[in-house]
């Protein structure tokens, strides 16, 4: 029903910034809620940061709070993740996810993308 497909990753130095994008297929788009989460090695998969429908509502892992922005663009169908300010700890594999719950917990998001490597060097 929804296809999410996850850009914008790549190798970056500690303190610096990227910018992490989730395309969306399907006209059901602005009815999600999204998702961002995140899974190092050898960690489970952990929450980053959600945004409502609208975009008009946003919640951040307290490890994340301050430094990345969730934003959304329905009319692209799109969701992003603004991440500066990066650390070594942000290394993981980063994926975007869909739900219709007020959730930050995985197993209540109904799709999900493929992941990007995000890689922080220090």
């Known amino acids: 029903q929804v296809q999410l497909v996850e850009s914008g990753g790549g190798l970056v130095q500690a303190g610096g910034s990227l910018r992490l994008s989730c395309a969306a297929s399907?006209?059901?788009?602005?009815?999600?809620?999204m998702g961002w989460f995140r899974q190092a090695p050898g960690k489970e998969r952990e929450f980053v940061a959600a945004?409502?429908?609208?975009?008009?509502?946003?919640y951040y892992a307290d490890s994340v709070k301050g430094r990345f922005t969730i934003s959304r663009d329905n009319a692209k169908n799109t969701v992003y993740l603004q991440m500066n300010s990066l650390k070594s700890d942000d290394t993981a594999v980063y994926y975007c996810?869909?739900?219709?719950?007020?959730?930050?917990?995985?197993?209540?998001?109904?799709?999900w993308g493929q992941g990007t490597q995000v890689t922080v060097s220090s």
């Open positions: 399907g006209r059901t788009f602005s009815t999600y809620r």
């Open positions: 996810a869909a739900t219709t719950q007020v959730t930050a917990v995985s197993r209540y998001y109904d799709y």
């Open positions: 945004i409502s429908t609208s975009g008009g509502s946003t």
